[in-house]
């Protein structure tokens, strides 16, 4: 039977649908900034849209990590309590904290530099991300058990080790990665986009990312064409970890003070900017630009509805409802076009 076969969806149709589902992100987020100029003037000023931009970049880089995981058909609950523990223990670092029993007075402080405070959040979350990557690959455990199990484990980790209070009042070095300008653009949004670019970078043009692809596509025939299928999953987890480090060192220095419930709910917004960007949730397809599409879309939509006095209940009602619909219209591309 050819493409063109009575019933059969032709090769045309098929690359038809599948721009358009590409390109659904992009063009329901042009229109959405559409309504909310018309709507509110004050959206469209600059200084709004950087801060759409500053504020999306923390789980904009979670993000980034997450459309690794989602594309080998996973899932990381665990990444707020994650951006938690590596923001808390980088900012003890910073103060020369000993944690719960450390005086935070800043006459007192004896801490290392914003470079180590960086690197420290970098290897706690890699460190985390390991740990879990291997409890999915050799303990067999199921993704959503084991990061379910580390939300609860890094939360607890991050009240013990804070005594629940926060860390605050960093040196301008430390408050510069959060809070610093290059030109008019702020340090976070070069730290999300630059990461962004790499990532888009690996996944597209690298032998790595047609592995990462072809694990989610259909990880028993990666598995039978000889790719190290439990070591390509553990490198996802890895990978979000990093970024969930990253993330916890810079919401820390943009607030100046790290918190031990920083970070709660940011599951929900990072797993709904990958697969609003198009990634599915089972596997095999999506992309970095979807994902950072995703991002700016939900910080759209968050920004537009707080200038419009619409309360914060009803943001993740919207949120919810789009992430349903977003998941629904993948179904539909997936049943018009089967592989």
Same mark, same amino acid.
């Given at each position: 039977?050819?493409? @063109?076969? &009575? #019933?059969? &969806?032709?090769?045309?149709?098929?690359?038809?649908?599948?721009?358009?589902?590409?390109?659904? &992100?992009?063009?329901?987020?042009?229109?959405?900034?559409?309504?909310?100029?018309?709507? *509110?003037?004050?959206?469209?000023?600059?200084?709004?849209?950087? @801060?759409?931009?500053?504020?999306?970049?923390?789980?904009?880089?979670?993000?980034?990590?997450?459309?690794?995981?989602?594309?080998?058909?996973?899932?990381?609950?665990?990444?707020?309590? +994650?951006?938690? +523990?590596? =923001?808390?223990?980088? !900012? !003890?670092?910073?103060?020369?904290?000993?944690? @719960?029993?450390?005086?935070?007075?800043?006459?007192a402080a004896a801490g290392h530099g914003a470079m180590t405070a960086m690197l420290v959040a970098i290897g706690i979350g890699l460190t985390g991300g390991l740990l879990q990557g291997l409890g999915i690959t050799k303990l067999k455990v199921p993704p959503f058990v084991v990061t379910l199990g580390g939300l609860s484990i890094f939360r607890g980790m991050t009240l013990w080790f804070s005594g629940g209070g926060p860390i605050s009042g960093f040196e301008a070095d430390y408050r510069w990665w959060g809070q610093g300008y290059v030109g008019p653009i702020p340090v976070p949004v070069i730290i999300f986009l630059a990461c962004a670019a790499i990532c888009?970078?690996?996944?597209?043009?690298?032998?790595? #990312?047609?592995?990462?692809?072809?694990?989610?596509? @259909?990880? *028993?025939?990666?598995?039978?064409? =000889?790719? &190290?299928?439990?070591?390509?999953?553990?490198?996802?987890?890895?990978?979000?970890?990093?970024? !969930? =480090?990253?993330?916890?060192?810079?919401?820390?220095?943009?607030?100046?003070?790290? *918190? !031990?419930?920083?970070?709660?709910?940011? *599951?929900?917004?990072?797993?709904?900017?990958?697969? $609003?960007?198009?990634?599915?949730?089972?596997? =095999?397809?999506?992309?970095?630009?979807?994902?950072?599409?995703?991002?700016?879309?939900? #910080?759209?939509?968050?920004?537009?509805?707080?200038?419009?006095?619409?309360?914060?209940?009803?943001?993740?009602?919207?949120?919810?409802?789009? $992430?349903?619909?977003?998941?629904?219209?993948?179904?539909?591309?997936?049943?018009?076009?089967?592989?």
């Amino acid at each position: 039977m050819t493409d @063109n076969a &009575p #019933g059969k &969806p032709t090769s045309d149709r098929r690359a038809l649908s599948r721009l358009v589902a590409g390109l659904a &992100p992009l063009i329901f987020l042009l229109a959405m900034m559409a309504v909310f100029a018309v709507l *509110e003037p004050r959206f469209l000023n600059s200084t709004n849209l950087f @801060n759409v931009m500053r504020q999306i970049s923390i789980t904009g880089l979670i993000a980034l990590g997450m459309t690794f995981v989602i594309l080998t058909a996973g899932i990381d609950l665990s990444v707020g309590s +994650l951006l938690a +523990l590596a =923001g808390m223990i980088a !900012a !003890a670092v910073a103060k020369g904290s000993t944690g @719960n029993t450390l005086s935070l007075d800043d006459s007192a402080a004896a801490g290392h530099g914003a470079m180590t405070a960086m690197l420290v959040a970098i290897g706690i979350g890699l460190t985390g991300g390991l740990l879990q990557g291997l409890g999915i690959t050799k303990l067999k455990v199921p993704p959503f058990v084991v990061t379910l199990g580390g939300l609860s484990i890094f939360r607890g980790m991050t009240l013990w080790f804070s005594g629940g209070g926060p860390i605050s009042g960093f040196e301008a070095d430390y408050r510069w990665w959060g809070q610093g300008y290059v030109g008019p653009i702020p340090v976070p949004v070069i730290i999300f986009l630059a990461c962004a670019a790499i990532c888009h970078i690996v996944l597209r043009h690298t032998r790595y #990312g047609r592995h990462i692809y072809a694990v989610g596509g @259909n990880p *028993e025939a990666a598995r039978l064409s =000889g790719l &190290p299928v439990d070591r390509l999953i553990l490198s996802v987890y890895v990978i979000v970890g990093f970024f !969930a =480090g990253l993330a916890g060192f810079v919401l820390s220095a943009r607030l100046n003070s790290a *918190e !031990a419930v920083a970070g709660i709910g940011y *599951e929900l917004t990072v797993i709904a900017s990958v697969v $609003i960007g198009g990634t599915s949730l089972f596997g =095999g397809a999506g992309s970095v630009v979807g994902t950072v599409v995703g991002a700016i879309l939900i #910080g759209v939509l968050v920004n537009g509805l707080v200038l419009n006095n619409v309360s914060s209940y009803v943001q993740q009602i919207v949120i919810g409802l789009i $992430i349903i619909l977003a998941v629904g219209f993948d179904r539909w591309i997936k049943t018009r076009n089967p592989a």
